[in-house]
């Protein structure tokens, strides 16, 4: 059968980062960076909600050879992984985020993809998040 998309699509998904890079926001360990109160929960409603269908590994968008970067510094995205430490906590909160589950749904990823980040990413009752603004009912 011919897959229902380009295997350039593909290949971006498999080097995917899998695991919390190392001052990930959403790692349960003293190696996250700390970032403004709130800003973690505010991140993770967004994505529980649908608001954002993902969020990028700062990792991956600050690069060191500026990849994503045009020549006068604005954002222009080409090798960006999602941050799987946000990945794997939306997974422990009951969903996944869209870009993960259309990633899951076509093949690009497998559903246990992120599983190696489960056991390094902080807990949901970690975060104080707003249950309605994130729709969890």
Do not use: W
């Not at 909160?93 to 899951?104: E, K, P, S, W």
Request: net charge neutral.
């Amino acid at each position: 059968s011919t897959p229902l998309y380009s295997s350039a699509a593909s290949d971006v998904y498999k080097r995917q980062v899998k695991t919390p890079c190392a001052n990930c926001p959403f790692r349960n360990d003293s190696k996250a960076i700390q970032l403004q109160p709130g800003r973690r929960e505010g991140i993770v409603e967004r994505l529980l909600s649908g608001e954002d269908a993902t969020f990028p590994c700062h990792a991956t968008v600050y690069r060191p050879d500026s990849r994503n970067h045009d020549e006068e510094g604005n954002y222009r995205p080409v090798d960006v992984s999602v941050c799987s430490g946000a990945a794997a906590l939306a997974r422990k909160f009951g969903r996944d985020t869209t870009m993960v589950q259309l990633a899951t749904r076509l093949g690009f990823i497998p559903y246990d993809h992120y599983d190696e980040a489960l056991a390094k990413t902080i807990e949901p009752e970690d975060l104080n998040v707003d249950r309605q603004k994130a729709r969890l009912f």
